[in-house]
């Protein structure tokens, strides 16, 4: 029995020796998965403070989060005097982890509008609130939560339309882990059941905090976890795309032209080519319309506290694709005349609704056919494809501020 349990010891021990060894050999050599997010009881997940490390996946840029949990420097609660706060809300695109915080939009935003005449000596500043994966009921949340803290003179919605529709719906976006809103007798109503997860609970005690440091501070966890994580993705790629796929019913498919593949063989990894077109599926006018009451709710919100409200809908790949050639024949299979359903359904919204709305996608899509350039993508991920590149984020940040100063400044005019 002595044997037995001398045997048992050295197994163990050297298991341990052989872990540490590897995590030693892992960090001399620099190899590590970035880690940014944790778990939160509000919005599901957020970005862990004072995280750091390189982002390579697409661009490559060193992320550090700042103490408050945001990708952004460093900002004082207090706003200081004679300061235009404007806080951003927004998903991946916001979070801009694919270029330096120098380049992202919202950095560019605050540069161009210390020239704006509009601000009088004021000072522009910009403080990004955008998170991966966020849709419009997080940005609601995390609103209500951490931005009003800062008192913002202007909320700016940066609305992606390739997929905040979707992750606005339980039943296309396929993950339990985050909050929803549903409509309850026309009005929205907040569903906060990812909250009752025995696994999400467990997180959220002294245990579950201490085994998630374990996670993000261990080499060797980080490989096991990214492996975990491409395989969950992968997953969760094929059951979204299967419930979306259903949700499109035989009236919408007949209607698109005769021999057309399913939708998501044109449509660009983690979007919905479906946003392209009127919904006919119940569920996707239900996405629709909830979207819709989300940005209304927030736009009264917003105006509650006495501050200004502008949407921007960004843009996604195939919407600004230099080739206009590679463009028309996306239209073709999709059997519509444009890629700006949802950029204009978002405008229209704004018509009748009394907010600003500024549709960058039409404007981006003039800019890179004439320049024959590409305003997404990078060498190594592909150009065309995912998140803004640096003369994107310059562009889309050059032209929102000449939105927020014009807007500015008609304001300034109607007062006198």
Same mark, same amino acid.
């Given at each position: 029995?002595?044997?037995?349990?001398?045997?048992?010891?050295?197994?163990?021990?050297?298991?341990?020796?052989?872990?540490?060894?590897?995590?030693?050999?892992?960090?001399?050599?620099?190899?590590?998965?970035?880690?940014?997010?944790?778990?939160?009881?509000?919005?599901?997940?957020?970005?862990?403070?004072?995280?750091?490390?390189?982002?390579?996946? @697409?661009? @490559?840029?060193?992320?550090?989060?700042?103490?408050?949990?945001?990708?952004?420097?460093?900002?004082?609660?207090?706003?200081? #005097?004679?300061?235009?706060?404007?806080?951003?809300?927004?998903?991946?695109?916001?979070?801009?982890?694919?270029?330096?915080?120098?380049?992202?939009?919202?950095?560019?935003?605050?540069?161009? !509008?210390?020239?704006?005449?509009?601000?009088?000596?004021?000072? #522009?500043?910009?403080?990004?609130?955008?998170?991966?994966?966020?849709?419009?009921?997080?940005?609601?949340?995390?609103? &209500?939560?951490?931005?009003?803290?800062?008192? #913002?003179?202007?909320?700016?919605?940066?609305?992606?339309?390739?997929?905040?529709?979707?992750?606005?719906?339980?039943?296309?976006?396929?993950?339990?882990?985050? #909050?929803?809103?549903? !409509?309850?007798?026309?009005?929205?109503?907040?569903?906060?059941?990812?909250?009752?997860?025995?696994?999400?609970?467990?997180?959220?005690?002294?245990?579950?905090?201490?085994?998630?440091?374990?996670?993000?501070?261990? &080499?060797?966890?980080?490989?096991?976890?990214?492996?975990?994580?491409?395989?969950?993705?992968?997953?969760?790629?094929?059951?979204?795309?299967?419930?979306?796929?259903?949700?499109?019913?035989?009236?919408?498919?007949?209607?698109?032209?005769?021999?057309?593949?399913?939708?998501?063989?044109?449509?660009?990894?983690? !979007?919905?080519?479906?946003?392209?077109?009127?919904?006919?599926?119940?569920?996707?006018?239900?996405?629709?319309?909830?979207?819709?009451?989300?940005?209304?709710?927030?736009?009264?919100?917003?105006?509650?506290?006495?501050?200004?409200?502008?949407?921007?809908?960004?843009?996604?790949?195939?919407?600004?694709?230099?080739?206009?050639?590679?463009?028309?024949?996306?239209?073709?299979?999709?059997?519509?005349?444009?890629?700006?359903?949802?950029?204009?359904?978002?405008?229209?919204?704004?018509?009748?609704?009394?907010?600003?709305?500024?549709?960058?996608?039409?404007?981006?899509?003039?800019?890179? @056919?004439?320049?024959?350039?590409?305003?997404?993508?990078?060498?190594?991920?592909?150009?065309?494809?995912?998140?803004?590149?640096?003369?994107?984020?310059?562009?889309?940040?050059?032209?929102?501020?000449?939105?927020?100063?014009?807007?500015?400044?008609?304001?300034?005019?109607?007062?006198?």
């Amino acid at each position: 029995m002595r044997v037995w349990k001398y045997n048992i010891v050295l197994m163990l021990g050297g298991v341990l020796i052989a872990l540490l060894l590897c995590e030693v050999v892992l960090r001399m050599a620099g190899f590590s998965y970035l880690s940014l997010y944790q778990y939160d009881s509000d919005l599901g997940a957020a970005l862990r403070p004072e995280a750091e490390g390189w982002a390579k996946k @697409e661009g @490559e840029a060193y992320i550090k989060i700042s103490s408050a949990g945001l990708r952004d420097r460093e900002h004082a609660q207090a706003k200081p #005097p004679r300061t235009l706060r404007i806080a951003v809300l927004g998903d991946s695109y916001a979070e801009a982890l694919q270029v330096p915080m120098e380049n992202a939009f919202w950095s560019i935003l605050e540069n161009k !509008l210390k020239a704006c005449p509009a601000l009088a000596g004021r000072e #522009p500043e910009v403080i990004n609130f955008g998170v991966s994966g966020y849709g419009t009921a997080q940005e609601l949340i995390m609103l &209500r939560h951490r931005v009003w803290l800062y008192a #913002p003179d202007i909320v700016l919605l940066a609305f992606l339309t390739g997929n905040d529709v979707r992750n606005n719906s339980r039943i296309l976006e396929q993950d339990n882990r985050r #909050p929803y809103f549903v !409509l309850s007798d026309g009005r929205l109503v907040p569903d906060m059941t990812f909250r009752e997860s025995l696994g999400f609970r467990l997180r959220l005690t002294e245990l579950g905090r201490w085994m998630y440091w374990l996670r993000y501070s261990s &080499r060797i966890l980080q490989v096991f976890d990214e492996a975990i994580r491409i395989v969950t993705v992968r997953n969760a790629q094929v059951d979204s795309i299967s419930a979306r796929s259903h949700s499109v019913n035989a009236a919408d498919q007949a209607d698109l032209v005769p021999g057309v593949r399913p939708w998501d063989e044109y449509a660009e990894a983690g !979007l919905d080519a479906i946003v392209y077109r009127e919904p006919v599926d119940p569920v996707w006018k239900e996405a629709w319309e909830v979207t819709e009451e989300l940005i209304l709710l927030m736009r009264d919100e917003v105006r509650e506290k006495g501050a200004n409200f502008l949407v921007v809908t960004l843009s996604n790949g195939p919407q600004v694709h230099p080739d206009p050639a590679v463009r028309e024949a996306f239209e073709r299979h999709l059997g519509v005349s444009h890629l700006f359903y949802p950029d204009f359904r978002i405008r229209s919204l704004g018509e009748r609704a009394g907010f600003a709305v500024l549709n960058l996608a039409p404007h981006l899509q003039t800019y890179a @056919e004439e320049d024959r350039v590409f305003l997404h993508g990078f060498e190594k991920s592909g150009l065309g494809k995912g998140h803004w590149n640096s003369e994107g984020h310059r562009l889309a940040g050059t032209l929102m501020a000449q939105k927020l100063c014009g807007d500015l400044l008609r304001k300034t005019s109607s007062s006198l």
